[in-house]
């Protein structure tokens, strides 16, 4: 199947600083890539919609200024988290539809940030 | 009422026995079901993804859709050890615009 990375894997930062988390699909290209948040024990909830040359689409309760996302080629999305604080300590998740095929999603490993 | 309803178990069986997951939802304009596993501390992995109304096979893995009971199974014959994970059922309207996740089910497989 498709492959997504996501790096870094793990990060801990100070409260106030920005960390930048990448996802990538290595195999094919992709015009949408999906970002989540995953709190321990609770599901997926859908952040923002990147998309390649334009702007995302956040959910509605996402800051668009805190959760910066960047879509700058068809292989590379980038979230940012500005000025984070110990609860946006979180599992960050980001997915790729192959093909356009928006039913059939594949994720990366995930990110964990921790805020300290 | 959540888009998508998932008992979070845990579910505990053991090593050999068949393994009932289900999901039901609300919204009846979902085509498509997906059902995901996750590992502790990796993102979930696709593991059946069916259209409409049916049964669908995958080696020791089989889902199900009732669209008229808007109720979704998986079931997993033969449990390993290794199935010991945390399962996502997901599905999507035919835009892929609405996506929701179920809560997970954290399931172990005793050997």
């Known amino acids: 199947g498709a492959v997504v990375s996501q790096h870094p894997s793990w990060v801990i930062c100070k409260s106030g600083t920005s960390v930048k988390i990448e996802c990538r699909s290595l195999?094919?290209?992709?015009?949408?890539m999906f970002w989540y948040r995953q709190f321990p024990k609770q599901s997926l909830m859908l952040m923002a919609t990147s998309n390649e040359g334009s702007k995302a689409t956040y959910e509605q309760g996402v800051e668009k200024d805190k959760f910066l996302i960047n879509h700058a080629s068809l292989t590379l999305s980038t979230l940012t988290v500005t000025s984070a604080h110990p609860e946006d300590s979180s599992f960050y998740i980001c997915?790729?539809?192959?093909?356009?095929?928006?039913?059939?999603?594949?994720f990366g490993p995930g990110t964990r940030l921790t805020v300290l | 009422q959540k888009e998508v309803e998932q008992d979070p178990g845990p579910l505990s069986v053991p090593e050999g026995a068949i393994v009932s997951l289900n999901c039901t939802y609300s919204?009846?304009?979902?085509?498509?079901f997906m059902w995901y596993r996750q590992y502790s501390r990796k993102g979930p992995e696709l593991l059946m993804y069916t259209y409409s109304s049916g049964n669908k096979e995958d080696g020791r893995f089989t889902a199900q859709v009732d669209k008229s009971s808007k109720y979704i199974s998986l079931f997993i014959r033969d449990s390993q050890p290794s199935d010991s994970a945390t399962y996502l059922c997901a599905m999507s309207d035919p835009t892929g615009n609405q996506f929701y996740f179920g809560t997970g089910t954290s399931l172990t497989v005793i050997p």
């Open positions: 997915s790729a539809p192959p093909a356009g095929n928006y039913n059939e999603q594949f």
């Open positions: 919204n009846s304009a979902f085509q498509y």
């Open positions: 195999d094919f290209q992709a015009t949408t």
